[in-house]
T-cell receptor
Framework: QKEVEQNSGPLSVPEGAIASLNCTYS??????FFWYRQYSGKSPELIMF????GDKEDGRFTAQLNKASQYVSLLIRDSQPSDSATYLC????????????FGSGTQLTVLP | NAGVTQTPKFQVLKTGQSMTLQCAQD?????MYWYRQDPGMGLRLIYY???????DKGEVPNGYNVSRLNKREFSLRLESAAPSQTSVYFC????????????FGDGTRLSIL
């Protein structure tokens, strides 16, 4: 059983729309949640991290965390074609300050 | 600021050959990691080093060895390469602490024939 689940997509949204990416996790003890963006052929790049319930906003990006329901989401407002990439959700392993478990990623395409 | 530097960027090996992937970080991070990324499977942890002088197995350690040479450098060795080890390998580093994000190098694309 995979510990971090993401819809693999592909998810397509028109330019200017809100893209919503979701991630569920199985370990109730997890404390830190990260969103990475990965362009094709490139390395993962950190976009957001969150560790408290609620919303965290950074520019066009909003991360939402609900520990009771064990899900974390990423909203991208005013989506741009340059946002087209694979988005990886990563969750820390409870009891380990360092190990992360990654989801398989959601491929997002923003259509001009 | 270079961040995390991996060498080589590309490599082709024959089955049974050995090689070492190099990783160095200049962010003064204590923790370093090696991942592999295969299509549809996300990133899987091979080994990590919480601090200089320590290493621990991750999810998929079989067929690999690591060395934390000093605080900056963390190498991954394939002793006898197998086609199943064809993958993209990423090195990452982070500060110590549960809320610290990991920062990735550009990756090594390894093909084993």
């Amino acid at each position: 059983q995979k510990e971090v689940e993401q819809n693999s997509g592909p998810l397509s949204v028109p330019e200017g729309a809100i893209a919503s990416l979701n991630c569920t996790y199985s370990d109730r003890g997890s404390q830190s949640f990260f969103w990475y963006r990965q362009y094709s052929g490139k390395s993962p790049e950190l976009i957001m991290f969150i560790y408290s319930n609620g919303d965290k906003e950074d520019g066009r990006f909003t991360a939402q965390l609900n520990k009771a329901s064990q899900y974390v989401s990423l909203l991208i407002r005013d989506s741009q074609p340059s946002d087209s990439a694979t988005y990886l959700c990563a969750v820390n392993i409870a009891g380990s300050a360092r190990q992360l478990t990654f989801g398989s990623g959601t491929q997002l395409t923003v259509l001009p | 600021n270079a961040g995390v530097t991996q060498t080589p960027k590309f490599q082709v090996l024959k089955t049974g050959q050995s090689m070492t992937l190099q990783c160095a970080q200049d962010m003064n991070h204590n923790s370093m990691y090696w991942y592999r990324q295969d299509p549809g499977m996300g990133l899987r942890l091979i080994y990590y080093s919480a601090s200089e002088g320590t290493t621990d197995k991750g999810e998929v350690p079989n067929g690999y060895n690591v060395s934390r040479l000093n605080k900056r450098e963390f190498s991954l060795r394939l002793e006898s390469a197998a086609p199943s080890q064809t993958s993209v390998y990423f090195c990452a580093s982070s500060e110590t602490g549960v809320h610290q994000p990991q920062h990735f190098g550009d990756g090594t694309r390894l093909s084993i024939l």
